[in-house]
């Protein structure tokens, strides 16, 4: 996709995802793999509201090319995410009152969802027997290490969809902008489905 496709499309996404309720305040970044590099969310504007002055556009090793303000400070894991997993070209990241409450209710370094038909919605899942699996990892203000934790779970357990952040929020994977908006909307169905599961078992 070219840089000005990349940003239109970014701006239109965010408004959806704005509306939905997923990017509050200033949270969330996007980003688009480019002929060049990638185009990333300049860094502390509202994402439901995006121009095009609002995107920076950055090579293979996430060097700026162009753009204005500082790149979202948590290039670095989009860098990481688009190096590990090739076939990725969008990563939005989100602030969803779901993903951050259950990333946090989930102690362990995985989320493994099981049993809903909407789990059919992430590519390469055929049935709701098919447990979706979604790391987890604990938050950090120094992204380069959140990004070194990532590339080493990895290479143990590859990362196909997302990661979640632990209090923090989503960070979705996809070969397209709409495969990884299905995916954000399929995951945060099924985190709002686990959610109401985990209150209405804790008061039987
Ligand atoms: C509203 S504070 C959230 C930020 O610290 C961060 O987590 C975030 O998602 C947005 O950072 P940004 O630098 O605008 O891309
Ligand atoms: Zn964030």
């Known amino acids: 996709m070219n840089n000005d496709a990349a940003k239109s499309a970014l701006i239109e996404t965010g408004k ?11 949270g969330g970044n996007f980003s688009i793999r480019t002929q060049t590099g990638f185009v990333v969310t300049a860094s502390g504007y509202d994402k439901g509201h995006l121009a095009f002055e609002h995107f920076l556009e950055l090579d293979t090793d996430g060097k700026v090319i162009s753009g204005q303000g500082k790149p979202s400070a948590e290039t670095a894991l989009h860098l990481k995410l688009y190096q590990l997993v090739p076939q990725t070209s969008c990563i939005l ?14 102690t362990s370094n995985v989320l493994s969802i099981n049993g809903y038909e909407m789990q059919k919605s992430l590519s390469g899942i055929h049935s709701h027997q098919t447990p979706l699996e979604v790391a987890v990892f604990d938050n950090d203000q120094d992204i380069e290490r ?3 934790r990532v590339a080493e779970y990895h290479q143990q357990s590859p990362i ?4 979640l952040i632990r209090g923090h929020g989503l960070y979705a994977l996809g070969n ?3 495969e990884t908006r299905r995916h954000i909307e399929g995951l945060e ?16």
Do not use: D, Y
């Open 16 to 26: 959806w995802v704005s509306q939905r309720g997923w990017v509050p305040a200033t």
């Open 93 to 106: 990241h989100t602030h969803s009152v779901a993903a951050t409450v259950l990333s946090r209710f989930e």
């Open 146 to 148: 959140l990004a070194e």
């Open 160 to 163: 196909l969809h997302a990661v």
């Open 176 to 178: 397209s902008v709409s």
């Open 189 to 204: 169905f099924l985190f709002a489905c686990e959610l109401e599961r985990i209150k209405l078992e804790s008061t039987k």
